[in-house]
Every structure is written in structure tokens, then in C-alpha cells.
């Protein structure tokens, strides 16, 4: 699954992406952490970016274009992957639909998180607060004033996005303000109702159809050796065990295949199951022997 999530800083991209990958097993590319990781280690990017990211701009779109570009190139980032941050403006949307078709990598869809603003000021103050009080570090651009600036670029550079891939027919609007719990319930359930979880979907899908064959074969071999045991309550357990001789999974087929007739059983007559099930079986072998 390659998705890109957009909004605003503070609306909760980190955090969504964050449930993502645990859920999808992709990766989250944050350019933003990159460019933090580069700012500390003080590498020719990061002393680029220092000042720039400090100030709540953005940093040129050839650094950050060149970022994703070598990350998307990364083993980890084959089986999919979510951008949070990138791209931040209508060229680098560009250059990342160039880059993409250049790897032949399909995009899934572009998740904006809408929020309002007045909101995100709010989350933030509360946030910085409360890392205060803890004793906790404050992102340098984490602060109200910082803020303020980053959601005018957000409007002027970013938003124009959302037109872009709307256009593309990539875009999903979430509404961000809903609980970090509700937020992610709506996000899976529009990637599935797109199709995006369909790779996973076909995998499980093929999973229950080999579980079934081989199901049926150990039912098969089952029969063989535990056919009597299966008509009778007490037959989870004899079939078990006479089908243990034949292997695991078919004596886990047999308890399951056993365990049904035993559940409407217990529904009918919750008093005497087992006497019920031995008219059952003796009902059985008379039908058989008049055929
Ligand atoms: P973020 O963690 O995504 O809020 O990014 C933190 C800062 O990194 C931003 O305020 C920008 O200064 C810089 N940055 C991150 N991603 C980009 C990008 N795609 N283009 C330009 N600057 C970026």
C-alpha cells in the first residue's frame, strides 16, 4: 500500500501514520524526521535545512526531492510505504509523480486529515504546555508563534495539493477532528471500501481457500479412520484421537468438523445432549441400512 497522508501541522498525520504501518506493515517516510535526524547529525542537508526549519519555512524542493528519492530506493520501502510531509508543494507533487513512474510504483491514494485551524493552535498550546510541565524538550518549531507561520504555508504552498490529487481522483478527506480512535476507523474503512487493502484481502482469501483443501483432504482421511465416531456427541474427542494417527491437522479438522453437530446438540436440549445424539446416530445407521 503506498499512501500519502496531507494536513496541516498538528493534525495528526504522525499519529495516523504511526497506526498504519503497525496495522499494513509499511513504512512511514516523514521528511520532516529525516530532515531532523540530518539537522542533528549535522550532515550538509541538515546544515541547509537548520535555520529554514527553525523559522517554520520549507526547505528547498530539490533537498527534500532528493530525500525521498533515495529513501523510496530502501529494501524496507518496497512493500509500501506512507509519505507524512511530502510533497509539500505543487512541484514536488510533480517531481514525486515523475519519480514514481519513473520506479514503477503506483500510488494508492492521498488521505487528507481536515481540521480546523483555531483547533490546531489549541492542540499545540496544550501540547507545549504539558511537555513543559513534564520537563520534556520542545520542537523548536513546535510553538504557537512557529505555528502560525507553518499553517500559512500550509495554506498558500500545501493546500493547493488538494485540488491536485482531487483532480487526480487520489484524494480521501478524513475529518481530522474526530478522536485519534475514530480518525483511524475511517481511514481503514475507506483504504478497503478503494481497494487498497485488497492485496491483503486476495492474501487471506488465498490462505482460507488453501486451509480449505487441505481441510477437505484431512476430512478425507479422517472419514477413514474415525467415520462412526463423527455421528455421535462424544465424537470430537474419539475422532481426535483416532485421527491424531493420521497427523495434526486433521485431527484439528475433525474437532471442528465434530464440533458442530455437538453445538446443535446442546442448542435443541441443553438437559440430556448425549442421549439425543445417540437417537441421532442410531436414526443414521437405520437410514443406511434401509438404503
Ligand atoms: P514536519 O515534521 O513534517 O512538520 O516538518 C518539519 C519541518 O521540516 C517543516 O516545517 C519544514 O521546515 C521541513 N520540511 C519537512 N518536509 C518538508 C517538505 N516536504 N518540503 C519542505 N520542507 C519540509
Redesign the pocket.
Known amino acids: 500500500m503506498r499512501l500519502i497522508l496531507l494536513g496541516p501541522?498538528g493534525a495528526g498525520?504522525?499519529t495516523q501514520a504511526q497506526r498504519l504501518i503497525n496495522r499494513y506493515g509499511i513504512v512511514q517516510l516523514?521528511?520532516?524526521?529525516?530532515?531532523?535526524a540530518a539537522v542533528s547529525a549535522q550532515t550538509p542537508v541538515g546544515l541547509k535545512?537548520k535555520d529554514?526549519?527553525a523559522?517554520?519555512?520549507?526547505?528547498?524542493?530539490e533537498?527534500?526531492i532528493g530525500i525521498?528519492s533515495d529513501r523510496l530506493d530502501q529494501p524496507d520501502a518496497v512493500k509500501g510505504f506512507i509519505l507524512?510531509?511530502?510533497?509539500?508543494?505543487v512541484p514536488?507533487a510533480a517531481a514525486l509523480d515523475e519519480l514514481l513512474k519513473k520506479k514503477h510504483i503506483k500510488l494508492d491514494a492521498v488521505i487528507e486529515l481536515r481540521v480546523n485551524e483555531s483547533a490546531l493552535l489549541q492542540r499545540v498550546e496544550t501540547r507545549v504546555a504539558e511537555m513543559r510541565a513534564r520537563g520534556e524538550e520542545v520542537?523548536i518549531?513546535d510553538t504557537p508563534e512557529?505555528l502560525t507561520k507553518?499553517l500559512a504555508?500550509y495554506r498558500s504552498m500545501t493546500e493547493p495539493l488538494i485540488h491536485y490529487y482531487s483532480e487526480r481522483r487520489k484524494l480521501l478527506t478524513v475529518d481530522g477532528m474526530m478522536t485519534i480512535e475514530h480518525v483511524t476507523r475511517e481511514i481503514n474503512r475507506i483504504l478497503s471500501a478503494i481497494g487498497a487493502v485488497e492485496a491483503k484481502a486476495s492474501e487471506k482469501a488465498a490462505k482460507a481457500k488453501s486451509a480449505a483443501k487441505s481441510k477437505a483432504i484431512s476430512a478425507k482421511a479422517a472419514e477413514k479412520t474415525a467415520k462412526p465416531a463423527r455421528r455421535s456427541v462424544s465424537a470430537p474427542k474419539k475422532a481426535a484421537k483416532a485421527s491424531g494417527k493420521a497427523g495434526k491437522p486433521a485431527s484439528r479438522v475433525v474437532k471442528k468438523a465434530a464440533k458442530k453437530p455437538s453445538r446443535k446438540v446442546a442448542a435443541g436440549s441443553t438437559t440430556r445432549p448425549a442421549k439425543k445424539a445417540g437417537k441421532t446416530a442410531k436414526k443414521v445407521t437405520k437410514k443406511r441400512a434401509k438404503a
Request: proline letters at 9%; charged letters at 25%.
Open positions: 501541522p498525520k504522525g516523514s521528511t520532516g524526521e529525516m530532515l531532523r535545512a529554514i526549519m523559522a517554520g519555512g520549507l526547505v528547498p524542493d533537498i527534500v525521498i507524512d510531509g511530502f510533497p509539500r508543494t514536488q520542537r518549531d512557529v507553518r504555508s
